[in-house]
């Protein structure tokens, strides 16, 4: 074993214990960028719970590749041991950190193996390897993809377009691929969520969703995509935040020894680590104690405790487990030897020991040069526009209604989630200087919206290009944006003045809101939500017009 890892004899029960939690931080660099601070700590207290407490990891979310160069160096720098450093990137870099590579979202690629499975199983090896190669550069270790869920479940508010699709041969065929492209790299990769959210109607950022089926059909269906992932190598799984009675009648799949113990870790017989879902999520900070809920996972058989709601508290009731008898000692360090096991994977490649802190080296100070030559480069732009143009082929016919009239009005209406929080329009995104060079003008309408704005609409006819950026979103669901959107629709088809109609996102809302429209308006649809995405749908659109 490497000098950098410290002898498990020499590390006290609560170092060892420290090492199994990953907190939750903010890719920005300063305190005042901050976003979330209910889950996101000020750098001191971060420095704290890396020096004192000693934690094992930690998740990123925010900031731009660039900074999160910077702020992976820090961390190491702050950390007496080498960091797990993840990011939820399950499409690309670029879907977290700005500058990187966007990918569309993985249902894009299983679009594309309906009709030729092996460009989609190509395309699948081929994000995961610039996924893992970008990762790398910016100092993440712990990619946290594939998503092996089966989404069958069209109504489906968390997973929907996360998962490679709603067979179980397209998400394991796709999700093997995406291990095997990682593989190569010495980045982990994780199979989420275990043992299927697929097919669930409750957001577990918010509930606890309750999975009635028997045995008989979680081995057909929800079981096979992580018993292929398995088997290709996959280092980590993380659990889900639902409950199966079939399994376990009383606790939750991230809080029971039958789920991940007897059927993950025996049946199944995965040897890699065993990661929680977030433990700040509704589905389990609503239900269980903050501290209570670690000492449940860690006895369920978890080897990472994901963003626990109280990070010190979590180690204390973890080590008071243990030294009461209710967690024997050895089933900590068990989780420990599979840490360091991965760590010599993510950390140990690259390192010298040659300086006080042998993983200095791990991560040389970012030049800006280096970056612009390793992220975002020409072949994964390329291999994004061919993903986003070969899944939206299918969704071509909506442009032969085209009436052979030109598409020239006065709004573009553009329905979001949420503006304030969105990277996906701005002055200058094609969602917006597209339409606005064929003379449409600009109204957007969001959560924020006065209820009132669409009876304010239909005082003077205006022709509208309706664009929708919809698809799940996790601890919001997307319910009422549906209800607003279609509300807008029907007034627009009602009223005369929809022009055509684009939709980003899930193709559920395609199937659910074409068959209202009149067969001579056009419509595009597109997986991703991306300027790229946004650029090669519109021109799609006005060049048939």
């Known amino acids: 074993m490497p000098s950098f890892l410290p002898h498990l004899d020499s590390l006290s029960l609560a170092a060892q214990v420290a090492q199994m939690v990953v907190v939750r931080a903010s890719g920005y660099l300063f305190d005042h960028q901050i976003r979330y601070p209910a889950w996101e700590p000020p750098a001191k207290t971060l420095e704290s719970w890396m020096t004192d407490l000693g934690v094992g990891g930690v998740i990123l979310l925010g900031g731009s590749a660039a900074e999160v160069a910077l702020r992976t160096q820090q961390l190491q720098d702050w950390a007496q041991v080498p960091l797990l450093i993840a990011a939820d990137v399950e499409e690309g870099v670029g879907q977290r950190f700005a500058g990187a590579t966007w990918f569309p979202p993985p249902m894009a690629i ?19 390897a610039i996924t893992a190669q970008e990762a790398q550069a910016i100092g993440l270790n712990w990619v946290l993809a ?5 989404n069958n479940n069209s109504e489906n508010p968390v997973i929907n377009v996360r998962a490679f699709g709603e067979t179980v041969e397209t998400v394991s065929q796709l999700a093997t691929a995406f291990i095997r492209g990682a593989k190569p790299y010495p980045v982990l990769t994780v199979a989420k969520h275990f043992p299927g959210h697929g097919d669930t109607t409750v957001d577990s950022h918010l509930e606890l969703p309750v999975l009635p089926h028997d045995l008989e059909r979680l081995q057909q269906i929800e079981l096979p995509p992580f018993q292929a992932a398995i088997a290709a190598g996959v280092d980590s799984v993380m659990s889900a935040h639902l409950k199966i009675p079939a399994l376990d009648s009383t606790y939750p799949a991230t809080l029971s020894h039958p789920i991940l113990t007897h059927t993950l870790r025996q049946k199944l017989g995965f040897e890699g680590l065993i990661v929680t879902d977030a433990l700040v999520m509704g589905a389990i900070a609503n239900g269980y104690g903050a501290n209570e809920a670690a000492v449940l ?40 030897e ?35 030559t390793q992220l975002a480069q020409p072949r994964a732009i390329t291999l994004v526009d061919s993903i986003l143009q070969d899944s939206q082929k299918i969704y071509t016919p909506g442009l032969s209604r085209l009436a052979n009239r030109p598409l020239q009005g006065n709004r573009n209406l553009v329905i979001l989630d949420d503006a304030l929080e969105r990277d996906l329009i701005g002055n200058f995104t094609p969602a917006v200087t597209i339409p606005a060079s064929k003379g449409y003008q600009l109204q957007l309408i969001d959560s924020h919206t006065p209820q009132d704005a669409l009876n304010g609409s239909s005082t003077h006819h205006q022709p509208t290009l309706l664009q929708l950026f919809i698809r799940g979103n996790p601890f919001r669901g997307s319910a009422g944006l549906n209800e607003t959107a279609q509300a807008w629709l029907h007034f627009l088809i009602d009223s005369e003045q929809l022009q055509a109609l684009v939709i980003y996102g899930s193709p559920y809302i395609l199937d659910q809101f074409v068959p209202a429209l009149p067969l001579d308006v056009p419509y595009v649809f597109s997986y991703g939500q991306m300027p790229q995405a946004q650029a090669i749908t519109l021109e799609a659109l006005f060049l048939m017009a």
């Open 146 to 150: 594939p998503v092996v869920d089966v």
């Open 297 to 336: 996972a860690v006895e369920a058989g978890a080897d990472i405790l994901l963003m626990p709601v109280d990070p010190a508290g979590a180690i204390q009731a973890v080590c008071s487990a243990v030294e009461s008898g209710r967690i024997a000692a050895e089933r900590i360090r068990e989780s420990v």
């Open 110 to 128: 299983a679009a594309v193996y309906q009709h030729n499975p092996a460009l989609a199983i190509q395309y699948a090896e081929q994000m995961a």
């Open 338 to 372: 599979r840490i360091w096991t991965a760590k010599q994977k993510a950390c140990a490649p690259p390192l010298k020991e040659t300086t006080s802190h042998a993983w200095e080296s791990f991560q040389p100070m970012v030049q800006a040069k280096d970056l612009t």
